[in-house]
Structures are given as C-alpha cells and as structure tokens.
C-alpha cells in the first residue's frame, strides 16, 4: 500500500517562503514521478511541479521561477520549495505518485494548506 505524508504547510506573509516535503512509504520510489498539486477553494485541482525519477521538471507556467521541486532518493521525500510566495498560492497542496505506468494508479496525499495572507 502506498502511503503519501505531506507536512510543512502553513500561515506565510506575501514575499515569503515554505517547503513542504512529503515522505513516501513506495519500495520503487526512485523510479517514479513525483508531482505536487495544488487546489483553491471552488477551483480544479491543478498541476504545480513534477519531477521524473530521472530529475527532469516541469512546472505551471505561475509558479515557474518562484517554486522547485526536489527529491531525495535516500530519505524517499519530495519535497517543494516555495519562494516570493503570492496570496494566490493559497490552496491545499497533495503530493502524488503516479504509478501508471506499471499498471496501477495515481496515488495522493492528505494535503497540507498553505495560506499565503498579511
């Protein structure tokens, strides 16, 4: 069973910065994409960053420069590093796993909230 733990979330002023890390309990971790979502009250759940098992990256066009994503094989963490933060970042953020291409599913977190507020 795959099990996801978000954690690092909370209350930061305009400007500032958080990292949230999510430990992974997932035996092929280093093989799998890793991706952080974002959702905002009365929006979709959308794409922030993902990174490949290789490293590669990808991010959504509004938080590219201000967000990176990590991991570290070892400590089987992801981990999201959120700069220059905006009000507009605010949402509840869920890490996910995406083992679709052995077949099975996309796999999700509990969420953290991040509110980003003066």
């Known amino acids: 069973q795959v099990q996801l733990v978000e954690s690092g979330g909370g209350l930061v002023q305009p400007g500032g910065s958080l990292r949230l890390s999510c430990a992974a309990s997932l035996s092929s971790f280093s093989r799998v994409t890793m991706g952080w979502y974002r959702q905002a009250p009365g929006k979709q759940r959308e794409l922030v960053a993902k990174?490949?098992?290789?490293?590669?990256?990808n991010y959504a066009d509004s938080v590219k420069g201000r967000f990176t994503i990590s991991r570290d094989n070892t400590k089987i963490t992801v981990y999201l590093q959120m700069n220059s933060l905006k009000p507009e970042d605010t949402a509840v953020y869920y890490c996910?796993?995406?083992?679709?291409?052995?077949?099975?599913?996309?796999?999700w977190g509990q969420g953290t909230q991040v509110t980003v507020s003066s």
């Open positions: 996910n796993a995406d083992l679709t291409t052995w077949g099975q599913r996309k796999y």
């Open positions: 990174i490949t098992g290789g490293g590669s990256t």
